[in-house]
């Protein structure tokens, strides 16, 4: 079965640094990787995601994550991070042979201090 | 990418009672989900709507709790049967597009006194 970790509860990054929040995964089979994002009192808005092709993948709001195999990970990056990127940060995974069976990380607070 | 409604939004239940929480997405979808988040967790499926088919549901939890429709291609319920305290959550309803993207509704915050 698959699964995710999220080794950070909570990262803290002031504005304008770049940010990175790391994910690992186990699945069997080839990966289909995720991440989604969630503000307050709002539901899971999707960020990016990768299935085949090249290992650096864009999203939305300048964000962007590396696949790599090797280590099993997909961590979110970003640049130079805003005030307003402070949220909740889901990564998910599933395999491509499971298209019902999505397993979420257990979420990473990112705060960006003025 | 798809839209999603739900409703309620929010609601306060009474232990023992029943609330149904509706989810409409704005196009035809295959695969339609149903999740909990519980307070301060991560999202974890209850199980997958079937149109014109009972749900398949995952381990913990069955069908009399959480008796699901989706009578259609665009519309699914869930029901939270003979509530308690341990199921105040966000309920969040998700669809799988052609582009193997999933999309989530906006969530139903449950409060069961």
């Known amino acids: 079965a698959q699964s995710v970790a999220q080794p950070e509860d909570q990262v803290n990054v002031a504005e304008g640094n770049p940010l990175t929040v790391k994910c690992t995964y186990s699945v069997s089979g080839n990966p289909y990787l995720f991440w989604y994002v969630q503000y307050p009192n709002r539901g899971l808005q999707f960020l990016l995601k990768?299935?085949?092709?090249?290992?650096l993948v864009k999203g939305s709001y300048g964000f962007e994550a590396e696949f790599n195999k090797s280590q099993t990970s997909f961590h979110l990056k970003k640049p130079s991070a805003l005030v307003s990127d402070s949220a909740l940060y889901f990564c998910a995974v599933r395999a491509s042979s499971r298209m019902n069976d999505m397993r979420f990380g257990a979420g990473t607070r990112l705060t960006v201090k003025p | 990418s798809a839209v999603i409604s739900q409703k309620p939004s929010r609601d306060i239940c009474q232990r023992g009672t029943s609330l149904t929480i509706q989810c409409q997405v704005d196009?035809?979808?295959?695969?339609m989900f149903w999740y909990r988040q519980q307070p301060g967790q991560s999202l974890t499926l209850i199980a997958t709507?079937?149109?014109?088919?009972?749900?398949?549901?995952e381990s913990g939890f069955v069908i009399d709790k959480f008796p699901i429709s989706r009578p259609n291609l665009t519309f699914s319920t869930l029901t939270v049967s003979n509530m308690s305290p341990e199921d105040s959550s966000i309920y969040l309803c998700?669809?799988?597009?052609?582009?193997?993207?999933?999309?989530f509704g906006p969530g139903t915050r449950l409060t069961v006194l």
């Open positions: 709507a079937n149109q014109g088919s009972e749900a398949t549901y």
């Open positions: 990768y299935i085949t092709g090249d290992n």
């Open positions: 998700s669809v799988l597009d052609g582009y193997n993207e999933q999309f």
């Open positions: 196009s035809q979808v295959t695969m």
